[in-house]
């Protein structure tokens, strides 16, 4: 798969990375373990590998360790969610997704944890860590619109995701493109800039509509860099999903011709946010305004994930993907939840 041309994209953008990179490692698996996320060798050993302490250290280099650490453990479980809900049982029956998502309100709206009977009851214990520990650093007015993003993002992959692979739809490109914010979880990543770093967007500048298009542009850039890194292990399962594969799809394009379609709409799409953030930050205030603090969050965000995505053995680009985590019986990722 031809890729290079990411790299121009993403020059624009210095590399950093967090000096609390090694505790937020530890930590998480400390974390996994504690709340039994993982129920095999093999699946911590891939786990492991995909390094998930490593990307929130690239995407939040200036969280401090205990932000850090939240911030690892936010991205392992709705890591975890996505792995359930794109090749799980979960993902394939309405009726286990509807209680997933009925869970997550509950825990979010504090409607409890899940009963000891509740398939998914590890998630939802876990989740009720995580928003315990993030709730108290936001507004009502934050709270609210996290909690609505997150509520967007399972509804939206277990319902419309779901149902499209149970009648087997491939979604065209506008649909694909608007859902898959939602369904990649980055405005959920986007608001969590905000608790890490200490400040906040007032919900009148939140909904300007430069912010607005900023924060898109920024949402898409990540969202399509990681269809880019993750199509060969999403096709390998069969995954419609992936902005590459809707493309060549629609357009009957080859796999090459359609990486470089969507290779160039992310140059376009980065010179797209970064017209916005120039507006933006013509109209920002002091150095620690909050919508010039959220624009640095959303570079570190798009250079991070860029990063990321494109060692990371979870998408098979690190030498540890085939000693520690190939399986020649199977191509499927294990469920372990």
Same mark, same amino acid.
């Given at each position: 798969m031809r890729t290079g041309a990411l790299g121009t994209a993403f020059g624009r953008f210095p590399s950093q990375l967090n000096p609390n990179l090694d505790q937020a490692r530890e930590h998480l698996l400390a974390w996994v373990d504690r709340f039994d996320l993982i129920h095999s060798h093999r699946a911590r050993a891939k786990f492991s590998a995909a390094d998930f302490g490593h990307f929130v250290a690239l995407v939040h280099p200036h969280a401090d360790r205990r932000g850090l650490e939240l911030a690892a453990d936010w991205f392992a479980w709705l890591f975890l969610v996505d792995d359930e809900l794109d090749d799980g049982a979960i993902g394939r029956t309405p009726v286990a997704a509807a209680a997933l998502a009925h869970g997550v309100r509950g825990v979010l709206r504090g409607g409890g944890n899940g009963d000891r009977g509740d398939a998914n009851q590890?998630?939802?214990? =876990?989740?009720?860590?995580?928003?315990?520990?993030?709730?108290?650093?936001?507004?009502? =007015?934050?709270? =609210?619109?996290?909690?609505?993003?997150? @509520?967007?993002?399972?509804?939206?992959? =277990? *319902?419309? &995701?779901?149902?499209?692979?149970?009648?087997?739809?491939?979604?065209?490109?506008?649909? +694909?493109?608007?859902?898959?914010?939602?369904?990649g979880a980055i405005y959920v990543c986007m608001d969590l800039i905000e608790t890490f770093g200490g400040f906040e967007v007032p919900p009148a500048r939140y909904r300007d509509a430069d912010f607005s298009g900023a924060l898109d542009a920024a949402c898409d850039v990540v969202c399509w860099t990681n269809d880019v890194y993750s199509l060969e292990k999403e096709r390998s399962f069969g995954e419609v999903h992936n902005l590459v594969f809707i493309v060549g799809h629609h357009e009957k394009l080859s796999e090459a011709e359609a990486v470089s379609r969507v290779c160039a709409e992310i140059d376009t799409r980065? &010179?797209? +946010?970064?017209? *916005? @953030?120039?507006?933006?930050?013509t109209r920002s205030g002091p150095d620690h305004d909050p919508i010039g603090c959220c624009l640095e969050g959303m570079r570190t965000w798009m250079r991070g994930n860029f990063d990321w995505s494109s060692r990371t053995a979870r998408y098979g680009h690190a030498p540890a993907f085939s000693t520690s985590m190939a399986d020649p019986a199977s191509d499927r990722r294990e469920h372990d939840l």
């Amino acid at each position: 798969m031809r890729t290079g041309a990411l790299g121009t994209a993403f020059g624009r953008f210095p590399s950093q990375l967090n000096p609390n990179l090694d505790q937020a490692r530890e930590h998480l698996l400390a974390w996994v373990d504690r709340f039994d996320l993982i129920h095999s060798h093999r699946a911590r050993a891939k786990f492991s590998a995909a390094d998930f302490g490593h990307f929130v250290a690239l995407v939040h280099p200036h969280a401090d360790r205990r932000g850090l650490e939240l911030a690892a453990d936010w991205f392992a479980w709705l890591f975890l969610v996505d792995d359930e809900l794109d090749d799980g049982a979960i993902g394939r029956t309405p009726v286990a997704a509807a209680a997933l998502a009925h869970g997550v309100r509950g825990v979010l709206r504090g409607g409890g944890n899940g009963d000891r009977g509740d398939a998914n009851q590890a998630l939802l214990a =876990a989740l009720s860590d995580l928003w315990d520990r993030t709730a108290a650093h936001g507004s009502a =007015a934050w709270r =609210a619109r996290f909690v609505d993003h997150l @509520e967007q993002c399972l509804h939206t992959a =277990a *319902f419309w &995701e779901a149902g499209n692979r149970i009648a087997g739809i491939v979604p065209d490109k506008d649909t +694909y493109v608007h859902r898959r914010r939602h369904t990649g979880a980055i405005y959920v990543c986007m608001d969590l800039i905000e608790t890490f770093g200490g400040f906040e967007v007032p919900p009148a500048r939140y909904r300007d509509a430069d912010f607005s298009g900023a924060l898109d542009a920024a949402c898409d850039v990540v969202c399509w860099t990681n269809d880019v890194y993750s199509l060969e292990k999403e096709r390998s399962f069969g995954e419609v999903h992936n902005l590459v594969f809707i493309v060549g799809h629609h357009e009957k394009l080859s796999e090459a011709e359609a990486v470089s379609r969507v290779c160039a709409e992310i140059d376009t799409r980065t &010179e797209q +946010y970064l017209a *916005f @953030e120039k507006k933006l930050l013509t109209r920002s205030g002091p150095d620690h305004d909050p919508i010039g603090c959220c624009l640095e969050g959303m570079r570190t965000w798009m250079r991070g994930n860029f990063d990321w995505s494109s060692r990371t053995a979870r998408y098979g680009h690190a030498p540890a993907f085939s000693t520690s985590m190939a399986d020649p019986a199977s191509d499927r990722r294990e469920h372990d939840l």
